[in-house]
């Protein structure tokens, strides 16, 4: 019988039935008394009217708040988060319930307000940045396209959207990425175009965001820069060179054509001659450092045990001690000779460190990193004051030096797909070279 009824209804009946035993013992004790039968029949209707009107009264006081509370909950289910209800007795339980859900609508109010404001700074930046954006869904159908992804292709955005990346000529950007292509924007010139290319969820889908940014300028930039530098490097080597030359010769030539000639003059024309010699074989190995950095070819990968090529290459240099610590077997794909000549560039460079303060040793190990394998070459000499030119070709601190070797030995820890880093220890004196490759 119950279930058929509406809350309201149900609630009337159960106070109505409350009030049922007190009203029919009132009426029964009503009526077996010997009053007037008009007293009889007003009081009767007027038990009975006050049952039924407690009994609304209380089906009121429940129904009331509840469709209150619904009215509420609706609003906030049509994002509409203004309306509020009446302040209540926080020691009400309905009244707690109206109160909780007035906070909520406060919270989903500025949640809403702060995902509209974001959702306008987005689209603002994504309207300014000199970078094209595109969003494909799981069908390849193109959903997003800022202003600058239009002016690559030429088409507006309304002829775009929902057409597939094949419609558009697109597909070749799903390859591999981040890579650099080369795109001829819609009546612009040939440039160069880095790719880059994740998964981000719209709507609940997974969606493939490309984003596009133009590196022909900033490529042109860096190759001027990079020629700027070699050149003020070889004029500056050559200056180095060829000035002297040119003054010893002239000076040479002068003492020739004195008649007669000093009594000295073979000794000056040796001494002369060994200056152009040494400026000579000076610049004979400038040129060839040059070549060799240019010429370093792709390391051929092969499977290497390190631990006896680090135990072989420590033996080469015996200027200064040199402790090799024991590390895990590992057995990694490298080109030997590169990595053999890299870790003796390390280790004799460290070894110059340690007799720059009269002694030291040189100690280098291995492990095994999250990323990868990790090796470090720590040696005990006076540190380097300024770190950032070190890996600038042609740079050097030592006397006599080519400035090409930690040159050499990042191209050819990049060539492998790792990094080199040289920094100032900070648990002792000296520096660490730390080598890591991928394993």
């Given at each position: 019988m119950w279930r058929g009824l509406r809350l309201d209804q149900q609630v009337f009946l159960l106070a109505l039935g409350a009030g049922v035993p007190g009203a029919v013992t009132a009426l029964w004790i009503l009526w077996s008394e010997p009053y007037t039968p008009k007293v009889q029949w007003t009081l009767s209707v007027l038990i009975l009217s006050t049952l039924f009107g407690l009994a609304a009264s209380v089906r009121t006081r429940v129904v009331v708040p509840l469709q209150t509370l619904s009215n509420l909950l609706a609003a906030l289910r049509e994002d509409d988060f203004s309306i509020r209800g009446r302040t209540a007795n926080p020691d009400d339980p309905l009244g707690a319930a109206l109160i909780e859900i007035n906070a909520l609508a406060e919270t989903l109010h500025e949640q809403r307000l702060g995902a509209v404001e974001a959702t306008a700074l987005?689209?603002?930046?994504?309207?300014?940045?000199?970078v094209a954006v595109f969003a494909f869904d799981p069908e390849h159908r193109l959903r997003i396209v800022n202003r600058t992804g239009e002016r690559l292709m030429g088409k507006s955005v309304e002829h775009m959207l929902g057409r597939t990346a094949e419609e558009l000529s697109l597909t070749e950007w799903f390859g591999d990425a981040p890579r650099v292509v080369d795109i001829t924007p819609a009546g612009g010139g040939p440039g160069r175009w880095e790719v880059r290319k994740t998964t981000v969820r719209l709507g609940g889908l997974p969606h493939d965001l490309l984003v596009l940014s133009d590196v022909s300028r900033p490529l042109r930039e860096q190759e001027r820069q990079a020629w700027q530098r070699l050149i003020r490097v070889i004029g500056h080597e050559l200056g180095n060179s060829l000035g002297p030359i040119k003054s010893i010769a002239g000076s040479l030539e002068t003492l020739l054509q004195r008649d007669?000639?000093?009594?000295?003059w073979r000794e000056d024309m040796r001494r002369g001659l060994q200056v152009i010699e040494s400026r000579t074989d000076s610049l004979s190995r400038f040129t060839g450092a040059s070549a060799r950095l240019a010429r370093l070819p792709a390391p051929k990968l092969a499977p290497v045990v390190l631990k006896p090529l680090i135990q072989r290459v420590a033996q080469f240099d015996a200027r200064v001690p040199m402790v090799v610590k024991p590390g895990p077997d590992v057995t990694i794909d490298a080109d030997a000779d590169q990595l053999e000549q890299l870790l003796i560039n390390l280790l004799r460079n460290a070894a110059d460190a340690?007799?720059?303060?009269?002694?030291?040793?040189?100690?280098?190990?291995?492990?095994?990193?999250?990323?990868?394998?990790?090796?470090?070459?720590?040696?005990?000499?006076?540190?380097?004051?300024?770190?950032?030119?070190?890996?600038?070709?042609?740079?050097?601190t030592k006397q006599g030096g080519s400035g090409i070797g930690l040159v050499l030995c990042r191209q050819i820890a990049e060539g492998h797909g790792g990094t080199l880093t040289l920094d100032n220890r900070m648990d002792a004196r000296g520096c660490r070279a730390r080598l890591t490759l991928p394993h």
């Open positions: 987005l689209r603002t930046v994504m309207e300014q940045i000199d007669p000639p000093p009594e000295d340690c007799l720059e303060v009269g002694g030291g040793s040189v100690t280098v190990g291995w492990r095994r990193t999250r990323g990868g394998l990790e090796i470090a070459v720590d040696d005990e000499g006076p540190g380097v004051a300024n770190t950032s030119n070190l890996f600038v070709p042609f740079f050097t």
